[in-house]
C-alpha cells in the first residue's frame, strides 16, 4: 500500500549529533534510551482502521512518533518505521452497511483522506505502509506456525490463540484478571464465547460469515483477526526485538499484549519490542473524542475551514505525549500568536542565539519528547527585547523545521 507523500528533513549534523533520546517505557514503568542501535532504529506504530476521518486524537499520536523519528535521525541513525492499516474489520464493515457502501470503497476513501491530513502535517511517513488484506499471507503463516506448536485451536471454525502459552502475558499493562475481562470486553475480545479454553483467548483467523468479506487460505476461508496482523507485519518487516512499538494508551491491553504474546509465543525465546511507547488520550467537551460519543474533532474539517496546518501542528506539541488533555476551540488561536511571535524574531536572532538554541531544544526533545519545554525555550527566544543581526536566522529556522516539523 502506498504511503504518503514525505518533506526534505534539514540536517543539524554541523552542530554534532543529538543527544540519545529517552523514552518512557510502559512495560517497566520508566525512561529508557530508546534505541541501543549504531546505524539503524526500527519502529512499528499501530495505524489506523479507516471508517471515519482522522480526528485530533489520531493526529497527536502519529506526531509523537514523527517527533521519535527525527529524533532518531537526529542522532544521526537510519530508521525503519512501518505502520499497518486495518483496511478490513468489524467497524469499518458496519460502516459500509451503515451507508450502503462497498467496504474497499469506504476504505480506500479514508485511507486518502489520512495520507492528506498526514501530508498537511508534515508527518513523516513509515518506509513501509501495509494494509491487512494484502499481508494476509503473513498472518496465515504466523498462524500455521502457533498451530504447529499447538498454541492455536478452533472453535466452530474459528481460530483462537492460547494467550497464556506465552509466559510474559500480562507484564505489560499490568492488569488484574478482572480488570483484564472487563477491558477485553470493552476494545473487541469475546470473553464470553463458549468453547475457548480461557475467556481471554484471542481471535487469530475469523471463518467467513454471510456477506462478510473472505480469503481462500489453508487456514480456511475467512479474514485475518486485529492483534496477529500487527504480529505478522511486525515480525517479517522488522525483526525481533525492535526498538519501540507505538500508539495511542488504548492499545496497551489488550492489543499491544496480545500482539506481543502471539508473536513471542510462536517463536520461543524471542523478545517482540525492546520498549512500549504510548500517546495519552485527546478529549474535548469533557469526553475522550471518540465515534460513539460524537465529539470528534477531524483535521479535514479544520483544513477546509483553512487553519494552517501548522498552526495546528503547533497547538498539538503544546502538550506532552503521555499526557491525556483536553482540547479547546481557542487552543488554535494561542498556537496561531505563537507561531507568528517566533517568525517575526527570526529577523533578530544572532548565530550566537541560535547556536545555543539547538543545544537546548535537543536536551528538552532528548527527555521524553519534552516539547512543552521546547516550546518555552522557544517562546523565551521570541520575546527577546535586543535586535540582532539576524544571522542565526536559518539554523533557528532549520532546527524548528528539523526537531518540530514545523515551518516558519
Known amino acids: 500500500m502506498r504511503a504518503w507523500k514525505g518533506t526534505d528533513v534539514p540536517s543539524l549534523e554541523r552542530h554534532g549529533r543529538s543527544p540519545t533520546l529517552q523514552l518512557f517505557d510502559t512495560q517497566r514503568r520508566a525512561l529508557r534510551p530508546s534505541t541501543t542501535a549504531r546505524d539503524e532504529a526500527r519502529i512499528y506504530v499501530c495505524g489506523i482502521t479507516p471508517y471515519d476521518a482522522t480526528h485530533l486524537g489520531h493526529a497527536a499520536t502519529y506526531l509523537a512518533f514523527d517527533l521519535v523519528v527525527r529524533a532518531w535521525?537526529?542522532?544521526?541513525?537510519?530508521?525503519?518505521?512501518?505502520?499497518?492499516?486495518?483496511?478490513?474489520?468489524?467497524?469499518?464493515?458496519?460502516?459500509?452497511?451503515?451507508?450502503?457502501?462497498?467496504?474497499?470503497?469506504?476504505?480506500?476513501?479514508?485511507?486518502?483522506?489520512?495520507?492528506?491530513?498526514?501530508?498537511?502535517?508534515?508527518?513523516?511517513?513509515?518506509?513501509?505502509?501495509?494494509?491487512?488484506?494484502?499481508?494476509?499471507?503473513?498472518?496465515?503463516?504466523?498462524?500455521?506456525?502457533?498451530?504447529?506448536?499447538g498454541h492455536a485451536y478452533q472453535v466452530d471454525d474459528d481460530w483462537y490463540f492460547d494467550v497464556h502459552a506465552d509466559p510474559a502475558f500480562g507484564q505489560l499493562a499490568k492488569l488484574t484478571d478482572a480488570e483484564m475481562l472487563e477491558t477485553f470486553g470493552e476494545r473487541g475480545g469475546d470473553p464470553d464465547r463458549p468453547g475457548k479454553r480461557h475467556a481471554l483467548d484471542c481471535l487469530l483467523w475469523r471463518a467467513e460469515r454471510p456477506g462478510e468479506p473472505a480469503w481462500d487460505t489453508p487456514l480456511g476461508r475467512g479474514r485475518p483477526g486485529w492483534h496477529i496482523e500487527c504480529s505478522a507485519i511486525a515480525l517479517s518487516t522488522l525483526g525481533e526485538h525492535f526498538d519501540v512499538q507505538g500508539g495511542g494508551n488504548d492499545l496497551v491491553f489488550p492489543h499491544h499484549e496480545m500482539s506481543a504474546s502471539e508473536a513471542q509465543a510462536a517463536f520461543p525465546g524471542l523478545l517482540f519490542a525492546r520498549n512500549y511507547v504510548h500517546t495519552g488520550m485527546v478529549g474535548y467537551e469533557g469526553e475522550k473524542m471518540s465515534k460513539s460519543l460524537g465529539n470528534l474533532v477531524f483535521v479535514s474539517r479544520l483544513r477546509e475551514q483553512g487553519v494552517d496546518p501548522m498552526v495546528l501542528r503547533l497547538a498539538l506539541l503544546a502538550h506532552h505525549y503521555r499526557s491525556d488533555w483536553e482540547w479547546h476551540d481557542d487552543d488554535l488561536a494561542e498556537a496561531e500568536k505563537r507561531l507568528a511571535a517566533w517568525r517575526a524574531q527570526l529577523g533578530s536572532t544572532t548565530q550566537v542565539q541560535a547556536n545555543q538554541l539547538v543545544v537546548s531544544v535537543r536536551q528538552a526533545l532528548a527527555g521524553d519528547l519534552d516539547t512543552p519545554r521546547a516550546i518555552k525555550l522557544l517562546d523565551d527566544w521570541a520575546e527577546g527585547w535586543y535586535p540582532g543581526d539576524g544571522s542565526g536566522a536559518e539554523t533557528v529556522r532549520e532546527l524548528i523545521d528539523a526537531r518540530l516539523g514545523i515551518l516558519l
Do not use: C, K, S
Request: charged share 35%; hydrophobic share 40%.
Open 73 to 149: 535521525r537526529d542522532m544521526g541513525l537510519q530508521v525503519r518505521y512501518v505502520q499497518n492499516v486495518t483496511d478490513v474489520d468489524d467497524p469499518l464493515l458496519e460502516r459500509a452497511e451503515r451507508d450502503g457502501e462497498d467496504w474497499r470503497d469506504v476504505a480506500d476513501r479514508e485511507i486518502e483522506r489520512f495520507r492528506g491530513d498526514m501530508e498537511a502535517l508534515r508527518i513523516l511517513p513509515p518506509a513501509e505502509y501495509l494494509g491487512a488484506v494484502e499481508t494476509i499471507p503473513l498472518v496465515v503463516e504466523l498462524v500455521q506456525q502457533l498451530q504447529h506448536l
